[in-house]
């Protein structure tokens, strides 16, 4: 199995900031990473997918980037509504594999 | 817009199967360009692929969960479900089903608790 590594697991952060996450695949998988924001008692939702698309309705201040192993989500300027946990996913091979996930809080 | 729901019993007794359907409505089912799929997230924890399905009932299962899976499609309710056999308390979590491109998952249904416990 494809073991998927992110980091930090959590990260306080301020209103405005800019945010960055990093995902690290233990082999290649190409541009085969996808990002997803999960809030408290939702299910998870797609943000970013093939590394850098963004998924239609997720506002613009969402990126990422990568290729090969090392992956990373930027937020460029936090809004309030998104403070939540990441995931990251690898589709590059099944079985299919996520992060452990990055919980970013309110400082 | 499509959506998915997850119904069946919120609680299982260990050794017993756990049974879970997914409704989709605002799509169909049978759509050649999507697999559909089961994802588990137990309490407070990370989540786990658990399998896919095609419309045509070709399979691709998680090997750590394979032998206690079966999937199946019914296309005439638009539905697709699971069973997950010999339960233990380490299968409590909540089950999502999705709807999968290209091994990206989206959209989720809203996830349903299963609680094995006697």
């Known amino acids: 199995d494809i073991q998927m590594t992110q980091s930090p697991s959590s990260l306080s952060a301020s209103v405005g900031d800019r945010v960055t996450i990093t995902c690290r695949a233990s082999?290649?998988?190409?541009?085969?990473l996808n990002w997803y924001q999960q809030k408290p008692g939702k299910a998870p939702k797609l943000l970013i997918y093939?590394?850098?698309s963004l998924q239609s309705g997720v506002p613009s201040r969402f990126s990422g980037s990568g290729s090969g192993t090392d992956f990373t989500l930027t937020i460029s300027s936090l809004q309030p509504e998104d403070f939540a946990t990441y995931f990251c996913?690898?589709?590059?091979?099944?079985?299919?594999?996520f992060g452990q996930g990055t919980k970013l809080e309110i400082k | 817009q499509l959506q998915l729901q997850e119904s069946g019993p919120g609680l299982v007794k260990p050794s017993e199967t756990l049974s879970l359907t997914c409704t989709v409505s605002g799509g169909s089912i049978s759509s050649s360009s999507y697999y559909w799929g089961w994802i588990r997230q137990p309490p407070g924890k990370g989540l786990e692929w658990i399998g896919s399905?095609?419309?045509?009932?070709?399979?691709n299962y998680n090997p750590s969960l394979k032998s206690r899976v079966t999937t199946s499609v019914d296309t005439s309710k638009n539905q697709f479900s699971l069973k997950l056999s010999s339960v233990t308390a380490a299968d409590t979590a909540i089950y999502y089903c999705?709807?999968?491109?290209?091994?990206?998952?989206?959209?989720w249904g809203q996830g349903t608790l299963v609680t094995v416990s006697s």
């Open positions: 399905i095609y419309y045509s009932g070709s399979t």
């Open positions: 093939a590394a850098s």
């Open positions: 996913q690898q589709s590059y091979s099944t079985p299919f594999t």
């Open positions: 999705v709807r999968s491109t290209g091994g990206r998952f989206d959209p």
């Open positions: 082999q290649t998988i190409s541009n085969y």
